[in-house]
């Protein structure tokens, strides 16, 4: 999915937080949104996700309006992943319950991602039970295995260790290359940004840093 953001401005108060007058996310491409705390970032997404839809301005999604049916094609990870009550494997095959996608299916392609992610371990585990960095696995996980058109990502290796950090910057590239996903990925570590993205936008004070 291809994003074009024009003349966004996002306020709280009389603070500007955002204010942005062109933006174009090339489909198929991993870009990577880096900036200071407090730059904005996180506001992007929320924008682009439509979580806040209370800001001046306009996103298209591959030229169109946001809807519902564009919505069910984006999904979006959370800097602080939210998990279900429920088990891991529960949590995987959510969103390809929310599809429709067929029971078969539906365990294949959960048992498939969380091979891929190595955290097939975690399968029984409830979502409450599990460190932060596994959470942060398990919720990548449910967001792949539907091979949604876009995909956000907030900070997804935050509380990661060195080893899972590739497993995880793999199966996102894999992601991309397999299915041609459009990846918008927050981060602070310039170095992931070099390892895996085509672009990088960078943010300050809400604007972008040429
Ligand atoms: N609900 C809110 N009310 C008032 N100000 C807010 C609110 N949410 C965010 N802000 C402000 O908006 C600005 C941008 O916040 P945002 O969360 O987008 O930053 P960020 O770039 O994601 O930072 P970080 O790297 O810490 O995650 C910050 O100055 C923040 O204090
Ligand atoms: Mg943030």
Known sequence: MRLD?????????DKIVLDISNMTIKEGKIT?????????KSTLLNIISYIDDNFSGKVKY?????????AKNITYVFQKPYLLRRSV???IVYPLKLRKVDNKSQTKYAN??????????LSNKRGQQLSGGESQKVAL????????????????T????????????????????????????VTHNLEQAQ????????????KVRN
Do not use: Q, W
């Open 5 to 13: 953001i024009e003349n966004i401005k996002k306020t709280y108060g």
């Open 32 to 40: 990577g949104i880096t900036g200071p705390n407090g730059s904005g």
């Open 62 to 70: 591959n030229g169109m309006d946001f809807s519902k049916e564009v």
């Open 89 to 91: 494997y529960d949590n």
């Open 112 to 121: 498939d991602i969380m091979k891929r992610l190595e955290i097939e371990d």
């Open 141 to 156: 996980a449910r967001a792949l295995v539907f091979k949604p058109k876009l995909l956000l990502l907030d900070e997804p």
């Open 158 to 185: 935050s509380n990661i260790d060195s080893e899972s950090v590739k497993i995880m910057e793999r199966e996102i590239v894999n992601f991309n290359k397999e299915t041609s996903g459009t990846v918008l990925i």
């Open 195 to 206: 390892r895996i993205c085509d672009e990088v936008i960078s943010l300050d004070s809400g």
